[in-house]
């Protein structure tokens, strides 16, 4: 254990009940999973929005890997291998726009599909075996989008992407997430592995235990499903919301505390706890502000579906009148559509009403093979009216402690553990993790999907 050198052979076991720690802390294993897992998955790089006119690029880095995103037209975005197959210079980074590709060390050139449009001096490599024009065009990368995502794979066959996703798109398409747009951005430097960072939002058994303050407004009992190579977790909301959680050991309230207590959880907390600036996050301010209006307003002794129903009602009437789409669900789809998803192997998906918190956790491109190093990407998107999405730029933060201002609240206490969860990984003390194999299937079922990538073949 600790730093001690351990095979990777050894660390495939996982149960629902167990998973080897060893795989946080291993330098072996991570270089596995930059050499099986990143290289051969699908996983999203960017937002469309990123790159919406011709020409506009986006360079993904990922662990030592970094792939450029280009719009080539309209309708189409392709992929490249951020290299020069000239002699291996790294082509671009960042964002910007481009009508042809320029490598900065010896000029070659290619058009926006990756063809060479220029070899300096070519004629000086007459008769030499691997110079067509194949092998000097940019090397492709398979994309494909969803929901507004594009994913892409560096693998040379992929797995065709429409059953990679499935059965993702019957639950989530219903938010249309590809109408929503960004509302903040965060890359947050984490010193723990991605795979922390990113079970940091697998499950809801952290609740009692990290957001408190949220027990007074809701009973925390949930599960957590397999859904493909993917997971999900329900919510079992067998209290309505409003009535604290069961742990708090004080269910008795009265109608028009419970009532309370739920304008409070819609009016303010979610804003304040999950937003920034004017409470915009997992909602929109907007939207929560109509319904925290619209139950205040109701009289005492409203029952709580009534209250339900007129929050739910003020929010679509609200993003509606600015122009904004609001998912109309229906309860009974409501109820197996899952609260928090996870994508495989790194889009979090914590949906709202309006709006929706995404989750990434990346192997660090500063430090690619150090299992203790990430990325954790924190974003908001939101369904905006016409003209008022904001221009959004990515906010890095290399040293979140001090710059809380820029996290939201309950982001802050996620983050308050990550870092000390990747300490006790090296605990010579750790014996493996005891997943919950109720409330964290995700967990588990996560790492036998990373393990059918590393050790299948
Ligand atoms: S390395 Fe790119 S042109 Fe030489
Ligand atoms: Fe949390």
Redesign the pocket.
């Known amino acids: 254990m600790g730093t001690q050198q351990i095979r990777v052979e050894a660390l495939t076991e996982v149960r629902k009940d167990f998973i080897d720690n060893r795989r946080y802390t291993s330098a072996e294993f991570a270089r596995l999973e930059m050499e099986k897992l990143w290289t051969k998955t699908w996983h999203w790089a960017c937002r469309e929005e990123e790159v919406p006119q011709v020409g506009d690029y986006l360079a993904y880095d990922i662990g030592d890997q970094s792939v450029i995103v280009v719009r080539t037209s309209a309708d189409r975005i392709e992929a490249f291998h951020n290299v020069?197959p000239?002699?291996?210079?790294r082509l671009l980074s960042g964002r910007g726009k481009i009508n042809k590709f320029h490598?900065v060390?010896?000029?070659?050139q290619w058009d926006l599909h990756g063809n060479n449009i220029r070899v300096?001096d070519r004629e000086q490599w007459q008769g030499c075996p691997d110079m067509t024009d194949e092998d000097v065009a940019l090397s492709r990368v398979h994309v494909d989008t969803w929901a507004g995502f594009v994913f892409i794979n560096m693998n040379r066959e992929p797995e065709p992407f429409d059953e990679f996703i499935q059965p993702v798109p019957q639950f989530l398409d219903i938010l249309r997430m590809e109408d929503m747009r960004y509302n903040w951005h965060k890359a947050i430097k984490v010193k723990c592995n991605w795979k922390v960072a990113q079970e940091a939002f697998m499950e809801s058994y952290h609740v009692w235990g990290t957001h408190p303050q949220f027990l007074k407004y809701s009973d925390d009992k949930n599960e957590s499903m397999a859904q493909g190579k993917h997971g999900k977790h329900i919510w079992a909301y067998e209290y309505p919301p409003g009535v604290p959680s069961r742990r708090l050991g004080k269910q008795a309230q009265t109608v028009d505390e419970i009532r309370e207590n739920f304008g409070e959880l819609m009016g303010d907390v979610f804003g304040d706890q999950l937003g920034l600036g004017e409470g915009d996050g997992q909602f929109s301010a907007r939207a929560l502000k109509a319904a925290g209006a619209a139950i205040r307003a109701l009289p005492a002794g409203t029952p709580m579906e009534k209250a339900m129903e007129a929050s739910f009602f003020a929010m679509k009437d609200a993003v509606e009148k600015d122009g904004a789409y609001f998912p109309m669900i229906p309860p009974e789809f409501r109820a197996t559509m899952g609260d928090d998803w996870n994508v495989f192997p790194n889009l979090s998906v914590v949906w709202g009403a309006d709006g929706t918190l995404i989750f990434r956790g990346r192997p660090d491109p500063e430090d690619p093979y150090n299992p203790d190093a990430a990325i954790l990407d924190m974003i908001s998107l939101i369904h905006w009216g016409p003209g008022k999405a904001p221009v959004v730029e990515t906010e890095y933060l290399d040293d979140w402690r001090n710059q809380k201002a820029s996290i939201p609240k309950l982001l802050q206490q996620d983050l308050g553990n990550v870092e000390d969860v990747q300490r006790g990984m090296h605990s010579v003390g750790l014996r493996g993790l005891r997943p919950n194999p109720v409330q964290e299937v995700q967990i588990s079922h996560f790492h036998e999907v990373i393990n059918d990538y590393l050790f299948s073949k």
């Open positions: 020069c000239h002699r291996g210079r490598c060390f010896h000029a070659w300096l």
